[in-house]
Structures are given as structure tokens and as C-alpha cells.
């Protein structure tokens, strides 16, 4: 039994082992869903019959998506009021109502439509609705919310488009506001239908927005704003917002000149100098300072604090630091860390203490970096998870944990993270505490984590930081001559341990690597199937640390950095005359990146104990100086 699990008070631990441990032969199961597949009701009927196995339901599942049929709607109508609300009833309901709107059975496809994102399904149950009689002042006024989209809907809500214009409901109000979704953040090319819309003296609106979207320089062409109009003045705050990232020179001139021409609201230069101040000191550029400033304080949230911050770390300016926090009462525990860091810089070391010290018992980044400075010992504050007996017996036996279980062992994880959402949706938080502990046991280990944190339960340390496939760690850890614990916290923050995860840069597995980084890594092209293997996926994630260590001449700060971000990037950002670590992981202009180097650096400390060492690795951070 794992450590954590010894200490939940089950009697023999009998109930406890029994429950998480159990396996299921899931062959049956899988030989009565090709049944189900093959459409022969009589043999999926029998098959289902003699099938005992926590995922009997997808059995039904299989059949009635594929093989829906009004011979079969009771049966249906059963499986869809049993399992309303859980991950089994959209893949029936939503092939069912497709079935009914083949068969022109609008009665029944009203009956049987729940609410959903599917646009096609929403104008089909409101055109039925209307073509049975209901009343158009009840229908029409929701078809508003449908046609105001930044995208173009289907084909098949024409008709109740038609008559809901007809009935006078598509306002010159409504058509800007689609208009603006659709140039801001939507189809671009349905523009010109919607300029169609338009009054003729405010076509030109709709191409004006065409071209800012297209060009944000267009905003700069003065010549473009000649009627002076509230809708003039959205599209060049739109246009300038965006043009500030690609030229700030042209930004600026532009803004100044367009004030002079346009009546800006207070609250539209407002979000342009909240805007430019995110721009120009994500880019370190020397304007940044007036226009952090110029944000009104009312506007300074928590990202807008943290450059203010760094512009006055990146000059040094110990005493803008101390200023910009007065009269705040809550302090994050960065803000307090370089608080008291310019305490001392300006020679106030009484001031300074008390700050680190309340820091260096906390276990985060700072806390442990607070530690470091103080040579006081590292505070996991761990504590043990109790659950009762009777909790987690019951809490494994539910049905929607024996499936997401089964779906887990089974390898189906999408499906299996369906059923645990919903089923720690559903939950109290001690039956979440239960349910957490219970995947850990069996090597679930991404669900504890998210559930953990979702619920805010930080100090679970041995569940939310599992030495998860540690024999894979220690052996490539060892043959790639990289600190296990690294590798290890690399891992906990790239993917908190999916095996099948996946990102939108179309990075694999528990190290997150890219395709084209493995196949320069491994010397040759490695399938993606196979990134998702733990073992390739970890042998090839510590090369590539022990590659970019090596390339970063034995600096595991810029190596963590350049895992996230790139080598070349990384070296672009070191500063000509060097500065300490510290001072430099704050500075990383990318928040990605520098939220992940803290945050690895932490994992790490908190793996270095898990693994039985007591040394603060932090403390290699402050003899460092990075840059020069």
C-alpha cells in the first residue's frame, strides 16, 4: 500500500485495497459492444443480458447511436431519461434527434430535445415549435441570440431566420453587434452578406472593419474615419489595439493623431492604454513606463501589477517598488518577496525579514526562496488524507466511478475523464477527497491533481506531487546524467501525468514533446503513437533536457526556460550585463515561460524532499547571475 493510503484509518485496509484495487476482465464488455455495433438487436439484447460489467450502459450506448429507430424508441426514450446528464446520453439524444428530423417527426423531436451548443439542433426544435402552433412572440424573441453570431449558422435555420426578419426583429442594433463578433473574432469573410445590412450611408463600416481586421495598420489611415461616428471610434479602438503589438511606432503616432480627429470615451482610451502598457512591457520597450502609469489604478489587475512591477525590477528602482505597493493590504507572495527585496537593496534588512520569514513558511516558489535567503528549512506543510471507510467504499462502488475506472484500464481516457468530470461535478467535496485518493491508488494520477487543486485542496502533497513512473525517472534520469527530481517536476507541470495528453502546439505525452524536437532528439522519426508511450516519451524528454542543459553551457534555469520557450528565444532574452537569477526568471517577458520556471523550480524542491533529500535547490538560484 502507498504511503498516503495508510494513514485513511480502513480496518486491515481490506475495505480500502478491495475497493480501488479490484480489476474487471473487460473482454466481455468489448466483445458485447461489437455486437451492439453490428445492429442485430435480438444478439445485442442477449449479449447485454448476460454481460455483468460496470460499462454494460455503453453497450447500449453503441447500439442505439448507431441504430436508432422508432422500432426502438421506448427502449430509447428508457436509456435517455436513465442517463440524462451523464457522459451517455448526448451520443444517443443527439443521433436520435438527427433520426427524428429524417423521419419529419417534429411531436417527437421536440419531446425529446434538451438544450445544447449544436446550432442546427436549437433551430430545428424552434422552427418546430412554430410549424405545431406555438406562438411566434414566445419563439422568436430566442432566435435573437442565435442570428447574432460571429459565425455563419446552417442551412437549416434559414427558414426561421426569414420569419424572424420578417416579423421585424433584425434591428440595426442587433446587425452592428454581429457585425462586431464577426470582425473581432468570428468569420471574416461573412462581412460582406452583413454589410448588405447595413443602411447604404454605413456600408463603408462593415469594409472599414474588413481592413482593420485584415491590416491593423489600416487604423492609422486617418483618411478612413472622415464621419467621426461612435462606430468609427469602435473600429479605430479595435484597429490600434491590435496594431500595437505588430508596430508600436505606428501605434503611438496613430493614436495620438486619431485623438485629435475622434471623441474617444474616457473608458475607450482608457482600454488603449491598458492595452499599450501590456504590449510595450511584454516587449521591454522604453514607453512602457509612461503607459503603465497612465492605466488608471482601477484597471490594475493582477497582470497589469506584475509588469508594473518588472519595469521597476528591470531598472532597479528599489524605492518604485516600495512606493508602488503602498496602501495595498493584500500583497500576493511575489509582491511581498520583492518587497522585501528592495528593503534590503536600500538597507532596511528590519523591514525585510519579517516578510521572507512569513514567506519561508509557505511552500510555493517565494516560500521557498524566502527560505533559501534565511537558511531556515524548507515548509512542505504536508498533511495526511483521511477519508472514513464507509466514504470510500461507497464512493467506489458508484457506478459513474466503476466506468470511469474501467474506461481508464481500458485505455479510453477521453471517456473516462467524461465520467470522472461529471461524476466529481455531482460530488460533495469529501466524496471528491474520496474519489481523488481512489484514482491515485490505481495510477490515475492527472484526475487527483486537477480534482485536488479544483477544490483547493493544496495540502495534500503526497497525492497532488505522486512519484508517478518513477523507474522510468530514475533509469533515464541516470543515462541522460539530469537530476531526477527535475525531470520529474518537467513532467508534473508539462502534463501532471496523462500519458495521452496532448496540447494545442500539438506536443505528446508526459513530457509535452513536439514531433519535429523528437525526431531531432531520437536522430529519427518517431510516430506519435509512440510519444504517448511513457517510456519512449520519457526517454526522449530527459535527452532533450540533458541536450538543452548542455547547450545552456550547465544552466538548469535557462534550460528550464528554453523546454518551454525554445533555446533561441531564451538566449535572445539574456541581458547584456548580468543580473541575478532571481531578478532574471522575474523579468522573462513571456508569462508562460516565467510562470512555468517557477513553477518547475518549485515541483522540483518539492520532489527533492519526496525523493528523501532536505537541501533547498532554490538556494542554487541566488549565487547565480544569468546574462554578461
Not at 8 to 27: E, M, P, T, Y
Not at 41 to 57: D, I, M, Q, T, V
Not at 281 to 305: C, H, I, Q, Y
Not at 605 to 626: A, C, E, F, P
Request: one cysteine or more.
Amino acid at each position: 500500500m502507498k504511503k498516503w493510503l495508510s494513514v485513511i484509518g480502513c480496518v486491515g485496509l481490506a475495505i480500502c485495497a478491495k475497493a480501488s484495487s479490484a480489476s474487471v476482465d473487460h473482454q466481455a464488455f468489448k466483445d458485447a459492444e461489437k455486437i451492439a455495433w453490428s445492429g442485430n438487436h435480438n444478439a445485442f439484447r442477449n449479449a447485454l443480458a448476460a454481460l455483468e460489467h460496470p460499462l454494460s450502459p455503453y453497450v447500449e450506448m453503441a447500439f442505439y447511436k448507431r441504430h436508432p429507430s422508432l422500432k426502438y424508441q421506448e427502449e430509447i426514450t428508457r436509456f435517455l431519461s436513465v442517463y440524462e446528464h451523464t457522459p451517455l446520453e448526448w451520443p444517443v439524444r443527439e443521433s436520435w434527434l438527427h433520426y427524428l428530423k429524417r423521419r419529419g417527426k417534429k411531436g417527437e423531436f421536440i419531446e425529446a430535445y434538451r438544450e445544447t451548443r449544436d446550432a442546427e439542433l436549437q433551430c430545428l426544435y424552434l422552427r418546430y415549435q412554430l410549424d405545431l402552433g406555438a406562438p411566434a412572440s414566445a419563439i422568436l424573441p430566442q432566435v435573437d441570440n442565435l442570428w447574432t453570431v460571429g459565425t455563419s449558422q446552417p442551412k437549416v435555420c434559414d427558414p426561421l431566420f426569414s420569419r424572424w426578419q420578417k416579423a421585424g426583429r433584425m434591428t440595426q442594433e442587433l446587425i452592428w453587434q454581429r457585425i462586431t463578433k464577426t470582425a473581432q473574432d468570428g468569420q471574416s469573410a461573412l462581412l460582406p452578406y452583413l454589410k448588405t445590412l447595413l443602411p447604404e450611408q454605413e456600408a463603408y463600416l462593415a469594409d472599414l472593419y474588413l481592413a482593420v481586421r485584415q491590416d491593423p495598420s489600416a487604423a492609422a489611415g486617418l483618411y478612413r474615419f472622415q464621419k467621426r461616428t461612435v462606430k468609427e471610434t469602435e473600429i479605430a479602438v479595435y484597429g490600434i489595439k491590435r496594431l500595437i503589438w505588430r508596430d508600436k511606432s505606428l501605434a503611438l503616432r496613430a493614436w495620438d493623431k486619431l485623438q485629435t480627429l475622434l471623441n474617444f470615451s474616457p473608458e475607450q482610451k482608457d482600454e488603449v492604454a491598458y492595452r499599450f502598457a501590456l504590449a510595450l512591457a511584454s516587449k521591454g520597450e522604453p514607453e512602457a513606463n509612461f503607459w503603465l502609469n497612465k492605466v488608471p489604478t482601477a484597471m490594475r489587475d493582477e497582470k497589469l501589477m506584475q509588469w508594473l512591477l518588472a519595469n521597476k525590477l528591470k531598472h532597479q528602482d528599489w524605492e518604485g517598488v516600495v512606493a508602488l505597493f503602498v496602501g495595498h493590504e493584500q500583497l500576493s507572495a511575489g509582491q511581498k518577496y520583492w518587497l522585501a527585496y528592495s528593503h534590503q537593496q536600500l538597507g532596511y534588512r528590519e523591514k525585510a525579514e519579517p516578510l521572507w520569514q512569513e514567506l519561508a513558511q509557505q511552500r510555493h516558489y517565494y516560500g521557498f526562496l524566502a527560505a533559501a535567503r534565511l537558511n531556515l528549512p524548507v515548509q512542505l506543510n504536508a498533511e495526511a488524507l483521511t477519508i472514513t471507510p464507509l466514504l470510500q467504499q461507497q464512493v467506489a462502488a458508484a457506478p459513474g466511478f466503476k466506468r470511469a475506472k474501467a474506461l481508464y484500464e481500458m485505455e479510453r481516457y477521453t471517456e473516462a475523464r467524461r465520467e470522472w468530470n461529471y461524476l466529481t461535478s455531482t460530488s460533495s467535496r469529501d466524496e471528491k477527497l474520496a474519489a481523488s485518493l481512489l484514482a491515485a491508488e490505481f495510477d490515475w494520477y492527472d484526475s487527483s491533481i486537477f480534482t485536488l487543486a479544483e477544490i483547493g485542496a493544496w495540502d495534500f502533497v503526497e497525492i497532488r506531487f505522486p512519484l508517478a513512473y518513477l523507474d522510468l525517472f530514475e533509469r533515464y534520469s541516470k543515462e541522460n546524467r539530469i537530476d531526477l527530481a527535475w525531470s520529474i517536476a518537467i513532467a508534473r507541470r508539462e502534463s501532471s501525468f496523462a500519458p495521452d495528453a496532448r496540447s494545442r502546439a500539438d506536443a505528446y505525452g508526459l513530457m509535452q514533446l513536439l514531433p519535429s524536437t523528437a525526431k531531432y532528439i531520437g536522430k529519427s522519426r518517431v510516430p506519435n503513437h509512440r510519444l504517448l508511450q511513457p517510456g519512449t516519451n520519457i526517454r526522449l524528454g530527459t535527452d532533450y533536457l540533458q541536450y538543452l542543459k548542455n547547450k545552456t553551457d550547465g544552466n538548469e534555469v535557462l534550460a528550464t526556460a528554453s523546454y518551454n520557450a525554445g533555446y533561441y528565444r531564451v538566449k535572445k532574452w539574456l541581458p547584456q550585463q548580468a543580473i541575478p537569477a532571481e531578478l532574471w526568471i522575474e523579468l522573462i517577458p513571456y508569462t508562460e515561460t516565467r510562470d512555468y520556471v517557477k513553477n518547475v523550480y518549485a515541483y522540483r524542491q518539492v520532489y527533492n524532499m519526496r525523493l528523501g533529500k532536505q537541501d533547498n535547490i532554490l538556494g542554487d538560484i541566488l549565487q547565480m547571475s544569468i546574462g554578461g
